[in-house]
């Protein structure tokens, strides 16, 4: 009885030894690959599993979370025959675990080489200039090439990017002084910019106050030649009615005419750029029996007289001239 016992009791230890060989836990974000005899079946997923011991085995497991792939600095020779150094990362994700399994055989070495080879061929393919600035399109041009080229393998590239791009000194020293002359440049233009801007503006308020200068010349011009004519009209007016005044019979209106007339001519000797001093040693009462004389001519000529008045009196004049 002792030995049946025992038998059944290794009996049952070993059943429930298999039992525990043949459940598989599989942790959130893996996916266990199921092999029978060596040959791929089916795929484990996350939780509780159960295969036969000895009949079904764990292949590979992968990790079907999003990882990231370091690219080492590496030296690159540009379109333009610059030395460059550069390194980038590489994130990507299995979505087929049996093709990741199975189709490569080391996947995360193959997927740094081929980001290597393809970043050497885009970057290759540029100017140093546009390394430098186009920084964005390089990305996307890996990201395109590289995810292309893992579709077989079950894995989606998510995204690439270039983390540092170191040129020579040589070649960063002469950016320095090539950026300092442009900004020099730029300075410069705009500089000269604001002066043409500055010229320009005074020309044009130059060119205003002729404009201005010139309408109120010719305003004050006009102005001025309206005034004559008006004065002219008002002379002709008044010598018009002074003649008309005369062949009524009238002599007042020539005396008041002709006394203008003196007023003004001895005004005439005292504006004269010649004279210093001038002396009029005349009496009010002389100058009014000069304009009745005058009165009296204009009588003896109206009415047809024969004898001819008196002349009138000249006043003294004495002038100091320069």
């Known amino acids: 009885m002792d030995v049946i016992a025992g038998l059944l009791g290794v009996i049952v230890a070993l059943v429930l030894a298999y039992l525990f060989a043949s459940i598989k836990i599989v942790r959130q974000g893996y996916n266990y690959t199921i092999e029978h005899f060596g040959r791929f079946t089916t795929v484990a997923r996350p939780g509780f599993n159960l295969y036969p011991a000895f009949f079904y085995r764990v292949g590979r497991k992968v990790n079907m979370m999003e990882q990231v792939i370091d690219i080492p600095g590496q030296e690159i020779i540009t379109r333009d025959n610059a030395m460059i150094s550069t390194d980038g990362v590489v994130f990507f994700q299995v979505l087929d675990a049996p093709k990741a399994a199975y189709e490569v055989s080391d996947l995360y070495m193959a997927l740094m080489q081929l980001t290597t080879t393809n970043l050497r061929t885009v970057m290759g393919s540029m100017d140093l200039d546009e390394t430098l600035s186009k920084r964005d399109e390089i990305n996307a041009r890996l990201l395109s090439v590289v995810d292309q080229a893992t579709t077989p393998w079950g894995v989606k590239i998510t995204r690439v990017e270039i983390k540092d791009i170191r040129p020579p000194a040589d070649i960063v020293n002469a950016m320095g002084r090539q950026m300092k002359a442009e900004r020099e440049k730029r300075a410069n233009i705009l500089e000269a910019e604001g002066t043409r801007a500055s010229e320009i503006l005074r020309a044009e308020g130059q060119k205003q106050a002729r404009i201005l200068e010139a309408e109120g010349r010719k305003e ?28 009524q019979g009238s002599p007042q209106s020539l005396n008041y005419f002709i006394a203008q007339k003196y007023v003004e001519a001895i005004g005439k000797f005292a504006t004269s750029p010649n004279a210093k001093t001038i002396l009029f040693p005349v009496e009010a009462t002389q100058l009014m029996g000069t304009l009745g004389g005058i009165g009296e001519l204009a009588k003896e000529i109206v009415g047809g007289a024969s004898s001819p008045p008196a002349p009138p009196p000249r006043p003294r004049i004495e002038a100091a001239e320069d």
């Open 220 to 247: 004050s011009a006009f102005r001025d030649a309206e005034a004559r004519e008006r004065a002219a009209e008002a002379e002709a007016k008044a010598t018009e009615l002074v003649s008309i005044a005369i062949e």
